[in-house]
Nanobody
Framework: QVQLEESGGGLVQAGGSLRLFCAASGRTFHSQDMAWFRQMPGKEREFVAAANWNGGRTEYADPEKGRFIVSREHAKNAVYLEMNNLKPEDTDVYYC?????????????????????WGQGTQVTVSS
C-alpha cells in the first residue's frame, strides 16, 4: 500500500523559511514525477511545484517562482519543498503527490490529473 507522509509545516513569520518533506512508502518512485499542491477548505487544489524523476525538469506556479525550490532525494524516496521569503498568502495546507506513470516529457508537470498518489497534507501558516 502506497503512503505519502508530509512533514515540516508550521507557523512562521512573513519573510521566514520552511522546508517541507514528503516521503513515500510502499514502493519506490525513482522514475516518477513528484509534486506539491496547496489547498484551503472549500477551494480547489492548486499547483505549487513539481520535479521529474531526476529533478532535471522542474515547474513552479508563478507566485512561487524565485522563492520556492523543489528537489528530490532517491535515497529517501522523497521530495522536498524549500519555501523562502514566505508571505501571509502562502498560508495553506500543502500536499505532496506522485505520478503512477514514469516521467515523460509530454504534458506539464502542473497537471493535476498526472498524479495518482496523495499525502494527507501539512499546514503552513505565515503570520504578518
Amino acid at each position: 500500500q502506497v503512503q505519502l507522509e508530509e512533514s515540516g509545516g508550521g507557523l512562521v513569520q512573513a519573510g521566514g523559511s520552511l522546508r517541507l518533506f514528503c516521503a513515500a512508502s510502499g514502493r519506490t518512485f525513482h522514475s516518477q514525477d513528484m509534486a506539491w499542491f496547496r489547498q484551503m477548505p472549500g477551494k480547489e487544489r492548486e499547483f505549487v511545484a513539481a520535479a521529474n524523476w531526476n529533478g532535471g525538469r522542474t515547474e513552479y506556479a508563478d507566485p512561487e517562482k524565485g522563492r520556492f525550490i523543489v528537489s528530490r532525494e532517491h535515497a529517501k524516496n522523497a521530495v522536498y519543498l524549500e519555501m523562502n521569503n514566505l508571505k501571509p498568502e502562502d498560508t495553506d495546507v500543502y500536499y505532496c503527490a506522485v505520478s503512477r506513470e514514469v516521467s515523460s516529457l509530454s504534458g506539464p508537470l502542473s497537471e493535476h490529473s498526472r498524479y495518482s498518489y496523495w499525502g494527507q497534507g501539512t499546514q503552513v501558516t505565515v503570520s504578518s
